[in-house]
């Protein structure tokens, strides 16, 4: 019988060619602590590290590898940048399509002062990005939207939205969870200042919990 896999959305398969067999060499060679170890094993791990940040950076159109942060997971990612970024006072919009790792850590910053809009989109789940800036506040800080619906697949318009964020000078972080490694995106094009993706969908990594490397697959670009 023939197996059709439709989970995409929740984590790809088959991986990427190649990646299994390099997971296998890695462990089977030498998986050190990279920063720590004086030793040749390490350097050369360090340099395949800062080898894929400086990847990441040409994927995703992005100038500062050293602002490359690797996180647990993307809900890690978000939750640093809300967590980290947010003050009380300080307002947020978001789209009505967002996922969990979004709003409940939003909602929680909400007990500590932070508030939020929601850009409502159509029955269709097309945001016109007028109605993102109809919502801008005096003490708007940050624009927080999904790249891509988990439910419907909807595309958000992010490009039209970053124009908006550049013109009224707000910060623009993109969930691209659904998007990162099949749409292309482009952090300088679409004004980004965050991008938060994860590495075991649309780029065919491993999954979050495919230790020892659970710290290289969702990843954080933070633009300073």
Same mark, same amino acid.
């Given at each position: 019988m023939q197996r059709i896999y439709f989970d995409n959305g929740?984590?790809?398969f088959p991986k990427a060619p190649g990646v299994g067999d390099a997971i296998k060499t890695l462990i089977d060679t030498g998986c050190?602590?990279?920063?720590?170890?004086?030793?040749?094993?390490?350097?050369?791990?360090a340099d395949m590290v800062l080898d894929t940040r400086e990847q990441l950076c040409e994927m995703f159109r992005f100038d500062l590898s050293r602002n490359v942060v690797f996180?647990?997971?993307?809900?890690?990612?978000?939750n640093m940048v809300i967590k980290g970024l947010l003050k009380p006072g300080d307002h947020v919009i978001v789209s009505s399509m967002e996922h969990n790792g979004m709003m409940r850590p939003l909602t929680q910053m909400a007990h500590l %002062?932070?508030? @939020?809009?929601?850009?409502?989109?159509?029955?269709?789940?097309?945001?016109?990005?007028?109605?993102?800036?109809e919502l801008i506040r005096p003490n708007t800080k940050a624009v927080m939207?999904?790249?891509?619906?988990?439910?419907?697949?909807?595309?958000?318009p992010i490009a039209e939205v970053g124009e908006i964020c550049a013109r009224r000078h707000l910060k623009f972080i993109v969930?691209?969870?659904?998007?990162?490694?099949?749409f292309p995106i482009d952090m300088?094009?679409?004004?980004?200042?965050?991008?938060?993706?994860?590495?075991?969908? %649309?780029?065919? @990594?491993?999954?979050?919990?495919a230790r020892p490397f659970a710290a290289m697959a969702p990843t954080m670009f933070w633009k300073a």
């Open positions: 929740s984590t790809s050190y602590n990279i920063n720590r170890g004086g030793y040749e094993g390490a350097y050369e791990l996180t647990p997971s993307i809900t890690y990612s978000l %002062g932070v508030t @939020f809009d929601a850009a409502q989109a159509d029955s269709r789940g097309v945001l016109d990005p007028q109605k993102v800036e939207m999904l790249h891509a619906s988990n439910l419907c697949g909807t595309l958000l969930d691209s969870a659904q998007t990162a490694g099949v300088k094009k679409m004004h980004i200042n965050v991008l938060c993706f994860t590495g075991h969908k %649309g780029l065919r @990594f491993p999954p979050v919990n």
